[in-house]
């Protein structure tokens, strides 16, 4: 079994991970049952043939995604029990080698161990070939996969980009010649002329995690201008309806047709939220946003959806603006907050991910029966004040009135953050947010999209901006889905942006993984270098 040796199996904990050390023992393998990512670390060291990391079922995807990040060269082979085509396509992106099912036989699985090891093997003896003897990249093809996630190199290997470096290698597809100014990047990435080492640190450290994937990178200095891409760098196009993906790039709920009234009325008569079964039919959903001037992530935005049992399935904001009845109003807003602190205590728990600035929409009418109480629900769950924002919206005009102003002014104290949401720019009606106690304003999707469409309306938006960025006001706007929308936010006075060219509508799954690969600014607090540890069972 020397061949086999640390190769990992994932599989779930139970019956099945006893059958599994006795199949190996008969067969002569020394295993070890592991259950934190040191453990894995030293059971390396200790030179084990073969690891068992059982898993929870719904965790597998993040764990072996974590594992590959921390472990390039390990074998990783997940045995699961009732494995779809579309689960084992997730699980293969992630970073798993193979998947298999728990009825599969102990000598397949050892040849499939014999082949994971092998191909370890040779990529090494390859690696080291490849950096003792770079070929000469001018010409050659590179090509930009997974919406620009992933660059590939002529010989195949796959180097996975963060964000700063996706924009970098999109600046060299969209200008003429794969080649650019400094200047050109720094406005894309909303950076001022005096931080252009940025730029050169950027691609320094891209250049040298290309180095040790054993990659010879083909980007070149222009002695005081810019940066070209002396290979041939190619985007391609990724299918968009596809099973493969469902788990990166769900439909956009937004974008499915609106109910009519009758069945909007029909479907929010059988939504109960004081039954505690309701909450089975409650998901989330969560949308990254983007730092303007860093070109990083810099929080989330959280979106209830509801289906009902006729399968429509209806966002909380359209569910908040049309139940009738206060108590059900009030129940279904306490509910959101409840499971988001849950939710994010449990990240931290069983992962180490402290995900911070999560914006959770509520109606302004349902903060004065709850605002006090939000205080003491974080610290029963041990959450620091900046986990959780509140972005307040209204379908009628917002007034002043002592009461909202008083708890505006209870949650600053206490440094909860509270945005509020508009799709109205006017003038007049900006400035009578002049001295509210809030951190920001957040600018709905048709905003930007309608800007792009009409001059006129572009300069009103221009204007709202900066008055509201003299207010003090931090500006977030929403909707940003095609490079034209992004231009046209970068040269605002903005603090952030999201939308879909950055960030699809994700599962919990899919927003896990992302902030567990993402860079360490994102939704990371100081021991964010602190691995899993414990068990996670």
């Given at each position: 079994?020397?061949?086999?040796?640390?190769?990992?199996?994932?599989?779930?904990?139970?019956?099945?991970?006893?059958?599994?050390?006795?199949?190996?023992?008969?067969?002569?393998?020394?295993?070890?049952?592991?259950?934190?990512?040191?453990?894995?670390?030293?059971?390396?060291?200790?030179?084990?043939?073969?690891?068992?990391?059982?898993?929870?079922?719904?965790?597998?995807?993040?764990?072996?995604?974590?594992?590959?990040?921390?472990?390039?060269?390990?074998?990783?082979?997940?045995?699961?029990?009732?494995?779809?085509?579309?689960?084992?396509?997730?699980?293969?992106?992630?970073?798993?080698?193979?998947?298999?099912?728990?009825?599969?036989?102990?000598?397949?699985?050892?040849?499939?161990?014999?082949?994971?090891?092998?191909?370890?093997?040779?990529?090494?003896?390859?690696?080291?070939?490849?950096?003792?003897?770079?070929?000469?990249?001018?010409?050659?093809?590179?090509?930009?996969?997974?919406?620009?996630w992933t660059l590939v190199a002529p010989n195949g290997v796959g180097l996975e980009l963060t964000h700063s470096e996706r924009q970098l290698m999109d600046a060299f597809v969209?200008?003429?010649?794969?080649?650019?100014?400094?200047?050109?990047?720094?406005?894309?990435?909303?950076?001022?002329?005096?931080?252009?080492?940025?730029?050169?640190?950027?691609?320094?450290?891209?250049?040298?995690?290309?180095?040790?994937?054993?990659?010879?990178?083909?980007?070149?200095?222009?002695?005081?201008?810019?940066?070209?891409?002396?290979?041939?760098?190619?985007?391609?196009?990724?299918?968009?309806?596809?099973?493969?993906?469902?788990?990166?790039?769900?439909?956009?709920?937004?974008?499915?047709?609106?109910?009519?009234?009758?069945?909007?009325?029909?479907?929010?008569?059988?939504?109960?939220?004081?039954?505690?079964?309701?909450?089975?039919?409650?998901?989330?959903?969560?949308?990254?946003?983007?730092?303007?001037?860093?070109?990083?992530?810099?929080?989330?935005?959280?979106?209830?959806?509801?289906?009902?049992?006729?399968?429509?399935?209806?966002?909380?904001?359209?569910?908040?603006?049309?139940?009738?009845?206060?108590?059900?109003?009030?129940?279904?807003?306490?509910?959101?907050?409840?499971?988001?602190?849950?939710?994010?205590?449990?990240?931290?728990?069983?992962?180490?991910?402290?995900?911070?600035?999560?914006?959770?929409?509520?109606?302004?009418?349902?903060?004065?029966?709850?605002?006090?109480?939000?205080?003491?629900?974080?610290?029963?769950?041990?959450?620091?004040?900046?986990?959780?924002?509140?972005?307040?919206?209204?379908?009628?005009?917002?007034?002043?009135?002592?009461?909202?102003?008083?708890?505006?002014?209870?949650?600053?104290?206490?440094?909860?953050q509270v945005w509020l949401t508009s799709a109205d720019i006017e003038n007049y009606k900006l400035n009578r947010l002049r001295g509210w106690p809030l951190t920001g304003v957040?600018?709905?999707?048709?905003?930007?999209?309608?800007?792009?469409?009409?001059?006129?309306?572009?300069?009103?938006?221009?204007?709202?901006?900066?008055?509201?960025?003299?207010?003090?006001?931090?500006?977030?706007?929403?909707?940003?889905?095609?490079?034209?929308?992004?231009?046209?936010?970068?040269?605002?006075?903005?603090?952030?942006?999201?939308?879909?060219?950055?960030?699809e509508l994700m599962s919990e799954d899919g927003f896990l993984l992302t902030l567990a690969s993402s860079e360490p600014s994102f939704g990371q607090g100081p021991d964010s270098?602190?691995?899993?540890?414990?068990?996670?069972?």
């Amino acid at each position: 079994m020397e061949h086999a040796r640390c190769v990992l199996i994932v599989l779930e904990e139970g019956e099945g991970l006893h059958y599994w050390l006795e199949q190996l023992r008969v067969f002569g393998t020394k295993t070890s049952v592991v259950r934190s990512l040191e453990k894995v670390a030293e059971a390396r060291q200790a030179r084990a043939e073969l690891l068992l990391f059982p898993v929870e079922a719904g965790y597998v995807p993040l764990m072996v995604a974590k594992l590959r990040n921390d472990f390039g060269s390990l074998g990783i082979v997940v045995v699961q029990s009732g494995l779809s085509a579309s689960a084992r396509v997730q699980l293969l992106l992630t970073g798993a080698d193979a998947c298999l099912a728990l009825d599969v036989q102990v000598s397949e699985l050892m040849a499939w161990c014999h082949a994971v090891r092998r191909r370890n093997v040779y990529a090494a003896i390859h690696t080291t070939q490849t950096v003792e003897e770079p070929q000469d990249p001018v010409g050659q093809e590179w090509t930009l996969r997974d919406k620009g996630w992933t660059l590939v190199a002529p010989n195949g290997v796959g180097l996975e980009l963060t964000h700063s470096e996706r924009q970098l290698m999109d600046a060299f597809v969209r200008h003429a010649d794969a080649r650019f100014s400094r200047e050109d990047l720094m406005r894309d990435k909303g950076l001022a002329a005096s931080d252009s080492r940025a730029v050169d640190s950027l691609i320094s450290r891209l250049r040298r995690k290309a180095s040790r994937a054993g990659i010879a990178l083909p980007i070149k200095s222009v002695h005081g201008w810019g940066y070209t891409f002396t290979g041939k760098l190619l985007a391609q196009p990724e299918p968009q309806d596809t099973e493969v993906m469902e788990f990166y790039a769900p439909r956009d709920e937004q974008e499915a047709a609106q109910p009519t009234p009758v069945e909007l009325l029909r479907a929010l008569e059988t939504l109960d939220v004081l039954d505690p079964r309701a909450s089975e039919a409650l998901s989330f959903s969560y949308q990254l946003r983007v730092a303007t001037g860093t070109g990083q992530y810099s929080g989330v935005d959280a979106q209830v959806f509801w289906t009902s049992p006729t399968g429509l399935r209806l966002s909380s904001d359209l569910i908040l603006r049309h139940m009738p009845d206060s108590i059900h109003r009030q129940a279904l807003c306490e509910w959101m907050l409840r499971t988001l602190m849950a939710d994010v205590r449990r990240w931290w728990q069983d992962y180490s991910l402290r995900a911070s600035h999560i914006g959770l929409k509520l109606p302004v009418d349902m903060l004065l029966p709850i605002y006090k109480r939000i205080p003491g629900l974080l610290r029963q769950f041990e959450l620091q004040p900046c986990c959780v924002e509140l972005d307040l919206f209204s379908e009628d005009e917002l007034e002043e009135t002592p009461e909202l102003i008083q708890a505006l002014q209870y949650l600053k104290d206490h440094e909860i953050q509270v945005w509020l949401t508009s799709a109205d720019i006017e003038n007049y009606k900006l400035n009578r947010l002049r001295g509210w106690p809030l951190t920001g304003v957040k600018l709905e999707a048709d905003i930007i999209q309608r800007a792009c469409r009409e001059p006129t309306f572009k300069a009103l938006l221009e204007t709202a901006c900066h008055l509201l960025s003299e207010q003090g006001f931090e500006l977030v706007i929403k909707g940003v889905d095609n490079l034209e929308q992004r231009d046209l936010a970068l040269n605002l006075e903005l603090g952030h942006y999201q939308g879909r060219l950055t960030s699809e509508l994700m599962s919990e799954d899919g927003f896990l993984l992302t902030l567990a690969s993402s860079e360490p600014s994102f939704g990371q607090g100081p021991d964010s270098s602190r691995r899993v540890s414990g068990s996670i069972l």
